[in-house]
């Protein structure tokens, strides 16, 4: 967190402040039934965030949990690192190389890329076999890091062959993590940062905000929701009222 707080204030404009708030307990266990209870607490959070004043809201995650359900219900921009990282590397080459920390998450990054219509410029998705523990002593051992860095590499290289001009660290960590190089290319193609491309693109969103008035389309996937499905929301008294038991 503390690493991370120091990227952004590194890269934030003048006048513009970054706060990194985290979820409690992380997102440490890489499957769907995480992901939905990390959406649950992100909307709310994102409520929480506008309710407090503040000018934007950015889901750090790569898989961006309840990014359409929190576009429908804030009016401040809502950037998420997924969508703006792979926007931006579009606009720096045709084809884009995804790699993942883990194999779990290759089938959440394709739908991923359908849901935003980018599945035809994706080269691949490509996963590290990480733990998190070794992946985490990357951050300050200078051999771990050699070898982390190393099989990332390894996996890059047949995605370019593929036809990849872009790589995307499908993840806020090996973003993090490979934040120190600049610029990091393998075999010519760049890998890239992120979090670097998602400050900007927030920061661009609230100067569009303020020159243009806009923020997002009502129309359709973010019609805004009624204050009465947002208050239903907060209050979080959810209820299952039954239960069907199969016959044997």
Excluded at 1 to 29: C, I, K, N, T, W
Aim: with cysteine; glycine share 8%.
């Amino acid at each position: 967190m503390s690493r991370l707080q120091a990227l952004l204030d590194a890269v934030a404009s003048p006048g513009v402040r970054f706060e990194v708030h985290g979820l409690d307990p992380p997102d440490r266990y890489f499957h769907p039934l995480t992901e939905l209870r990390c959406a649950t607490q992100v909307i709310r959070l994102a409520l929480e965030a506008e309710r407090a004043g503040y000018d934007a809201f950015v889901i750090g995650h790569f898989q961006e949990p309840g990014l359409l359900e929190i576009r429908g219900a804030v009016d401040i921009p809502v950037i998420g690192l997924g969508e703006a990282t792979l926007l931006a590397g579009l606009t720096m080459g045709r084809k884009i190389g995804l790699v993942t920390i883990d194999p779990s998450f290759i089938d959440w990054h394709e739908r991923q890329v359908r849901a935003h219509a980018l599945d035809a410029r994706i080269a691949g998705i490509h996963a590290l076999h990480m733990s998190l523990p070794r992946f985490m002593k990357a951050f300050s051992e200078e051999a771990t890091y050699a070898e982390v860095r190393a099989e990332f590499v390894e996996q890059v290289r047949p995605l370019v062959v593929a036809g990849a001009e872009v790589i995307v660290p499908a993840g806020g960590l090996p973003m993090l993590l490979f934040s120190r190089e600049t610029p990091f290319l393998i075999d010519g193609a760049p890998v890239l940062n992120g979090i670097v491309v998602t400050a900007k693109a927030t920061e661009m969103a609230l100067e569009l905000k303020r020159l243009t008035g806009t923020v997002v389309s009502r129309r359709g996937a973010y019609a805004k929701a009624s204050p009465e499905a947002l208050q239903e929301f907060m209050s979080a008294r959810w209820r299952v009222s039954s239960f069907c038991r199969g016959r044997p």
